[in-house]
């Protein structure tokens, strides 16, 4: 038998065969691993160690890519929308409705002072004829604005309001007088709806929903600003005519005996003021003076400067019937919505602030200006209240509307009530004398701030959104008539009764219109909810 082959022998491989590698075990024990080619030892590329680059055939990387396409498409619509403008309102549109507040600035410093200078001088009863047919004629206001268009109303407006202050310099008879009253009465409620369909309109350009409430809030302010300044321009040109026409009221208040004491003169003694009976004798709260004596003293108006200013009056209304037809859209509104006004809330729980705020602007315009004014001293002190009040006025309708777009219209009404009852205490409560001569321009600034708010809250909360035109018309018709009844009681109520009217009116409304305020508040959260 042939000897046994040494197994400590290392066999080599033959050749041609591919390289094998062989390990061995600490115990010396051979164990031969598969064949590696030689190719793949002179690449070195070890089966033991991690390749230093990641294999293409990854299985997730398909679908990443998918997803990474769909979020680069989103990324990029998202940033083509928010380079995109905003929607700009269009240059014409913008300079018509400059134009048309302009044309209400022009025609309220001709008529508001008027107003006032009538009211207080030659009584409230041909105002309360005109104010009483604007009530009536408001809730037709959206019908007529249909069937004849913006240009029209307003330019038939201005043209009656230039007529009825022509008349005004001429001696012309009270029977054509109040006929003219009545006829510039009718278009009142009309002129004031166009304004506010022309400030939507214009908010419609805006774009998307926002832009449309602020664009709206704009337009309104620039209304109410061209109104408040165009008061101040007319009490400041009264301010004017009173330095070049004076006429000093003195010596015929020191001719006419006062109705209590026939041996009382004017002005009254340091020991008059001290009497008990002081408040019924005099121009203030608490008196009833006698309409028919001229218990006062100071600088008014002689007849020659009345025709003067009326005229110039009469000529800034002939400048805005101009502006106003070429600034107004000449197409006709559109036409008012289908549903009940009756049942609408916004006019059921606006009415009662809407009186409110005409009661106390036909307060303000004579009762205030006759026994606060004129009374205390004379014209010079009243057309100083008229100026405070539009100032102060103006003012607050800017702040305050920007205030109440931020969501802080409950805490503006509870001040705004706090503030105006404590004005009517403290009218209640004041003798108005001679003395306190800055005391009228400052109350009156007051009460301008107070009537602003009111103006703003109830216009948020009532212009815009559907069927608002008919709701609207009906608080303008709430308006002329709590006008029509505070020209009334001019010649009718003594000055208490009538704060004493206002301060019970006053709850009343806010009452009303807080809950008007929760309900249109109900309402949008359940559309945010659906």
């Known amino acids: 038998m042939g000897s046994l082959p040494d197994l400590t022998e290392r066999t080599r491989p033959a ?72 929607p700009k309102v269009p240059k014409p549109v913008v300079q018509r409705f400059t ?27 041909p105002l309360a004829i005109m104010h009483a047919v604007a009530a009536v004629v408001a809730p037709f206001s959206p019908l007529i604005l249909q069937k004849t268009g913006v240009r029209i109303v307003i330019a038939v407006s201005h043209i009656l309001v230039c007529l009825l202050l022509t008349a005004h310099t001429v001696a012309t008879p009270l029977s054509v007088l109040l006929p003219l009253y009545g006829i510039c009465g009718m278009t009142l409620s009309p002129m004031s709806l166009a304004l506010y369909v022309s400030a939507t309109s214009l908010a419609q350009a805006a774009g998307d929903e926002i832009r449309r409430k602020i664009a709206l809030r704009r337009a309104l302010r620039a209304l109410r600003a061209a109104q408040d300044f165009g008061l101040v321009l007319g009490s400041l040109m009264l301010g004017g005519a009173l330095m070049i026409w004076p006429e000093d009221m003195t010596p015929l208040a020191q001719l006419t005996p006062a ?3 026939a041996s009382m003169r004017w002005p009254p003694s340091d020991e008059y003021f001290l009497e008990d009976d002081y408040e019924e004798r005099t121009c203030g709260a608490a008196g009833c003076p006698n309409t028919n004596t001229q218990s006062v003293s100071g600088t008014s108006l002689s007849a020659e400067g009345r025709r003067y200013l009326v005229a110039v009056w009469a000529t800034l209304a002939l400048v805005a019937i101009g502006v106003g037809v070429y600034g107004a859209p000449s197409a006709p509104a559109p036409p008012p919505d289908a549903r009940s006004t009756v049942r609408d809330p916004r006019a059921l729980l606006g009415a009662p602030l809407g009186l409110f705020i005409g009661l106390q602007q ?24 008229l100026v405070g009040a539009g100032a102060l006025q103006a003012i607050a309708a800017a702040t305050l509307s920007m205030a109440a777009a931020r969501g802080r219209r409950g805490a503006l009404a509870a001040g705004g009530a706090a503030a105006h009852a404590s004005l009517l205490l ?16 400052v109350a ?32 303008l018709g709430a308006r002329h008539a709590g006008l029509a009844l505070g020209c009334g009681a001019r010649a009718l109520l003594c000055v208490r009764s009538q704060l004493a009217a206002l301060a019970i009116a006053l709850p009343a409304a806010l009452a009303a219109h807080a809950a008007l305020e929760l309900r249109q508040r109900r309402g949008e959260a359940m559309r945010h909810r659906s």
């Open 362 to 385: 036909g307060f303000i315009y004579t009762s205030y200006i006759k026994w606060y004014g004129v009374c205390v001293g004379g014209w010079w002190c009243a057309w100083r209240a």
């Open 99 to 125: 134009l048309l507040c302009l044309s209400s600035g022009l025609c309220a410093t001709a008529l508001l002072p008027f107003t006032a200078f009538a009211g207080a001088e030659a009584g409230a009863m």
């Open 259 to 261: 109705p209590t004491n």
């Open 426 to 441: 403290a009218l209640l409560r004041w003798r108005a004398a001679r003395t306190d001569l800055a005391l009228p321009a």
């Open 444 to 475: 009156s600034a007051a009460w301008g701030a107070c009537a602003a708010l009111w103006d703003v809250l109830q216009a948020g909360a009532c212009v815009g959104g559907a069927g608002w035109r008919g709701a609207w018309a009906w608080l």
């Open 15 to 86: 050749a041609g065969r591919a390289a094998a590698r062989t390990v061995s075990d600490p115990h010396r024990h051979r164990a031969v691993i598969a064949q590696i080619p030689v190719s793949t030892i002179r690449k070195k590329e070890w089966p033991w160690k991690k390749p230093k680059t990641p294999s293409r055939a990854v299985v997730p990387v398909a679908p990443r890519r998918r997803d990474s396409a769909a979020s680069s498409l989103g990324a990029a619509s998202v940033r083509r929308l928010l380079a995109r403008q905003p």
